[in-house]
Structures are given as C-alpha cells and as structure tokens.
C-alpha cells in the first residue's frame, strides 16, 4: 500500500492506517456502565483477522519502514492516560514524478501549524488539493531553514538540474497517518487520543465519535473495572 500511494501521489493525498481493537484486548476486566455491569459478548465479536494482541503506532512504523526506509513522522497527539502513547501519528513525505524527495521534519510541521493559526485562526488538518501539490515550495523552505529537510531540498533540485522538465511537474505532499485507538491500563483507565481532531457532539456534549456506539446503547461510555481475584 506504501509503494503502492507512493506511484499514484497525484490522486492519492492521504493514507490513514487505523489499528484494531476490541474487548478481548482489555484484558482481566469487568464492564460498566452507568454503574451497572455489562457484559458486550453480544455486541462485539471477536475475529480471525484481529490478531492476538492489540499492535501500537511503533509496529505500524516499523511495517511502513519496510517498504520506505526514510518514513519519519513529524507530528503526534498523545494519549490521555499515557501521554507516552503515539494515538495520532503523522508523516508527510515530498514525491516529485513518482520519487520520494524526502519527509517534513517536525520544526517544519510545527512552523505551518503556527503560522496558519496565527493568519487564520484555525490549525491545518486535511488540506486541499492544491496546496499538496506544493512540494517543491516545501523541500526548498524547509531545506533552508532547517537542516533534517536539506536531502529533500538538494534532491529536488538534482532531479529539476538533471531533467528541467521536471520544474513544471507537481512534487506532491503525501500523508501517513497511524491512529491507535483505546488502550487500557494496568487499573483500568483508558488511554484514548489527547484533544481528539474527530471528536463530535452528542447531545450538546463532546464525545469520541469512534466510541458513540457505546453512548448510543448504554447511555454512557462503557468503563473498565479491574476484576477481584
């Protein structure tokens, strides 16, 4: 699926890799619900293609590094439990006619956000398609202002040096997103995505829209109680 984005980045801006998760994962818990104990065997099911274990944002990089060794992510939201957690992980990577240029650092991640909050208002999420076709803006602003995005700047302008037409093709910016769901601790507590970009409203209420069955069919979020030995 990397190489895959990698030759169709004209058409294809955006890959989001969303890992796993059901109550099997949980562990030694019970489950609760307003204060009343549930029991989900007849609401969740477990699968084949679930796999054993839940797996973290960590393994999906070291998945995606075995078809693209330069994957470097540049940004990520933390977990509210565990504020070590990688919940939302992002990486941008520069592909000028079908080749990889390089990745977005971090302190360029963090210049656009701020300047497009402070011209805006707003921080910058799924982007329009004709801002992703400015990579070659990209590789040259980030290459001169800091030194982890200077391959990309020199790459890009080998392969414009080496064939000009390339200065009028597109170099495109190519998003990886890795979002781990809820993980639970050790006395229960869930560790779900900090400031979560699709949190929704339920009833005049801010909820996690990926967990909005729960609300739906219990009236709250389903909780974890460690079980008595």
């Known amino acids: 699926m990397v190489t895959w984005a990698q030759r ?33 065997d007849g609401t969740y099911r ?9 797996l973290k944002a960590e393994d999906v990089v070291a998945k995606i590094r075995e ?14 439990a565990n504020p070590n957690s990688f919940k939302w992980l992002l990486a941008n990577r520069i592909i000028l006619n079908g080749e990889i240029m390089g990745y977005l650092s971090p302190k360029f991640m963090e210049l656009v956000q701020t300047f497009t909050h402070l011209f805006t ?7 329009e398609p004709k801002s992703v076709a400015r990579g070659k803006i990209a590789s040259v602003v980030g290459g001169l202002i800091d030194k982890q995005m ?22 495109y910016i190519q ?5 781990q769901p809820v993980d639970f601790e050790a006395d229960g507590r869930q560790d ?11 009833e005049g209420k801010l909820v996690w829209s990926c ?13 974890t109680v460690p079980k008595r030995a």
């Open 67 to 80: 078809a693209d060794h330069r994957y470097e992510p540049c940004a990520y939201l933390n977990g509210t």
């Open 150 to 171: 200077r391959g990309s700047l020199i790459k890009t302008l080998g392969r414009v040096l080496a064939n000009p037409s390339n200065l009028f093709r597109p170099a």
């Open 175 to 179: 998003g990886f997103m890795v979002i």
């Open 211 to 223: 967990r909005l069955e729960e609300v739906n069919s219990y009236g709250s979020f389903v909780q």
């Open 8 to 40: 169709h980045a004209d058409i294809v801006h955006t890959m989001v890799f969303i890992l796993y998760r059901s109550p099997g994962f949980a562990g030694d818990f019970d489950f609760y619900a307003n204060g009343m104990k549930i029991h989900l």
């Open 46 to 54: 477990e699968t084949e293609w679930g796999g054993a274990q839940p």
């Open 121 to 127: 208002g707003t921080y910058l999420a799924y982007a």
């Open 192 to 202: 779900m995505c900090d400031g979560c970009p699709d949190i929704t409203v339920h």
